[in-house]
């Protein structure tokens, strides 16, 4: 009966992800889903890449999703870019950003000159990767005090990412992480996936992050307009 | 439609976590809920604080919840204490420990000598918080490391438990972490709640939880007492 819930819910995000999907693809827009646990240094990470990005020339808008606040839409506010803020508590404080509020966000953005979106998850390393977020791209950061378990026991956001995110790697002595044993962990869950190293606060990796997402974004930017070609 | 469902669920949740808490009086015993995002310390936590709790003469069983794994059960071996661990991969990677799947494992104990039960959450600092395990006492435990103003931004959790760990206190200064801004706002969101600082690696301010636990647990216990006599 649950199940059957369940299945009903993720067939109803799935359908308004595909939705999401072809309003990016109508505006010429890639979307890049940023996820983590609380506290894995997300916002911090936003607030350096958006000006390596902007710096590639690229424009950038960003939705924001929190259970609760605008801490972290505050946060960005520096970068100048364009910032829509969810706060979940109104949906009965879920613990993702699905389609839905994801559509209703890039919906408030339309007049907006954005060629790539991202967007910040709730702060979960479980519910998040389970509903699609109409996002082209999807991102797991962890952090190096997390301990070098993290993609074991939470497998399945690691096996739904294109790309893993190693952070606060300057604090790993301080933690006693072990980053070689954080990698082989992803490994075993997702073996094609890169890895990335980055740490935020020492501005470590986050010029190759922006690299690596323009290059994205120039792939499906072309393979959409092949397809309306088509 | 889907915020019936999700009440549904609740409900359904809540009385059977009325049956855990029966089941629990009937055999005197205790529950005690921590919860915290992943990585927070939960486990060495749990490392430290169960040989503080056989020192003071009381028995001690475990609940682990994990999406997956066993890592957690085998790292509590060396404690010696009877340890039940859950998988939620199995029930559609559950984000948070259900009564029911407590209560099947509060069933396999029944034989075990057992006074005070310890459950460790799924670590997800939004899903426990909402659903009730049939634990007498909640404790959410955050680490240092996630930034000052987590429980601004997941206020739900820190209402819903009756005592607040800041853990990893070692390492505030080498991730630039205020403590005292951490309380704050904690403060803000849960002004009765008492507050402990932790570190378990450094085993630091392990025997006050354990003394504080031990009190709870006397107070459970005689409480139950007297409704058994009326």
Redesign the interface.
Known sequence: M??K??KD?LEKNKKLADNVRELLRSKNRSMFNFMS???AGKTLLLERLIPELLKRNVKVGVIEG????L?DSIRLQHTGVPVVQINT?KF????HLGSNVVLAALEQTLEEEIELVIVEN??????P??YDTGSDINIVIV?V???E??P?????IFQKTNLAIIN?ID?AE???ADIRLIKENIRKIAPENPIMETSA?KEIGIAELADWMLAKHKVILESSNTLILK
Chains 1, 2 share one sequence.
């Open positions: 649950e199940i819930i369940v819910v646990s609380p506290g929190d259970v609760a606040t801490n508590e009965g404080s879920l613990c709730v702060g979960n390393l479980v519910c990767g389970e952090s005090t997390e301990g378990d993290k074991l026991k939470y497998p399945r606060k604090i301080a933690c006693d606060r």
